[in-house]
């Protein structure tokens, strides 16, 4: 299976600021890497889809980028609505396998 | 609109099985393949497995094989996830989640763009 390894577990972030995600693939996986979105007691939300595809509806302050096995999230400026915890997801082979998540607060 | 809605939250104990139910409504039922994800409490996430609504096949998690049955009724677009020989490590937020794109089409599945609610299935003696 490709193990995915997403940094920080956790972030502290003021209103504005920007911030940061980062995900490790252990095998090279394309672009086939997704960011959702989860907040307590919903189910997650895509926002990026193939590395760098901002689902429609989204807002443009969320971004992704990356290919290969390292894949970068970003919040250019970050919102009190973005408390949540963020996951990545490849899609390269089967079984589909997510990051541990990223618990962002303000 | 499209919707996803599961059944209701299942207190089972260890060793029974367990059925949860996940009907679609707005949009070509058989057109999108659907997966099941679960997620233990305060943990992350774990895919299930797939299932291909139009071509009828299926792709299960190796550490459920044998546990696991996903089905689909094409009659009610509903979709079911059965597991059985439940443990305490099966309680768990189950979801049902559509891939965003339809069966066909030149982009790769494993995108997931609508997810149900959630049902919660809790294991205890």
């Known amino acids: 299976d490709i193990q995915m390894t997403q940094t920080p577990s956790s972030v502290s972030a003021s209103v504005g600021d920007r911030v940061t995600i980062t995900c490790q693939a252990s095998?090279?996986?394309?672009?086939?890497l997704n960011w959702y979105q989860q907040k307590p007691g919903k189910a997650p939300k895509l926002l990026i889809y193939?590395?760098?595809n901002l689902e429609t509806g989204v807002p443009s302050r969320f971004s992704g980028g990356g290919s290969g096995a390292d894949f970068i999230f970003t919040i250019s400026s970050l919102q009190p609505e973005d408390v949540a915890t963020y996951f990545c997801?490849?899609?390269?082979?089967?079984?589909?396998?997510f990051g541990q998540g990223t618990k962002l607060e303000i | 609109q499209a919707l996803l809605v599961q059944s209701g939250a299942e207190v089972k104990k260890p060793g029974a099985s367990v059925t949860v139910s996940c009907k679609a409504s707005?949009?070509?039922?058989?057109?999108?393949?659907l997966v099941w994800v679960r997620q233990a409490p305060g943990q992350g996430l774990e895919w299930m497995g797939w299932?291909?609504?139009?071509?009828?096949?299926?792709n299960y998690a190796e550490e459920l094989l044998g546990r696991v049955t996903m089905t689909t009724d094409t009659s009610t677009n509903t979709a079911y996830l059965e597991l059985r020989s439940l443990t305490s490590d099966d309680t768990a937020v189950y979801y049902c989640?559509?891939?965003?794109?339809?069966?066909?089409?030149?982009?790769?599945?494993?995108?997931?763009?609508?997810w149900g609610q959630g049902t919660m299935v809790t294991v205890s003696s």
């Open positions: 989640a559509r891939d965003r794109v339809p069966y066909g089409d030149e982009n790769p599945p494993g995108s997931f763009d609508m």
């Open positions: 707005g949009y070509p039922f058989t057109s999108y393949s």
């Open positions: 299932i291909s609504v139009y071509l009828r096949n299926t």
């Open positions: 095998h090279g996986i394309s672009h086939y």
């Open positions: 193939a590395a760098s």
């Open positions: 997801q490849q899609y390269d082979k089967l079984p589909y396998t």
